[in-house]
């Protein structure tokens, strides 16, 4: 049995990097 906290907050820190590169992203090619 794990953790669910320490779960829940590597997905969200998952879903920040992932958010951080789709706006990378789209400034790098939606000006």
Request: charged share 20%; aromatic share 12%.
């Amino acid at each position: 049995m794990y953790d669910i906290t320490l779960f829940d907050q590597i997905q969200c820190h998952n879903n920040e990097v992932k958010n951080q590169r789709v706006n990378a992203y789209l400034k790098l090619h939606f000006h």
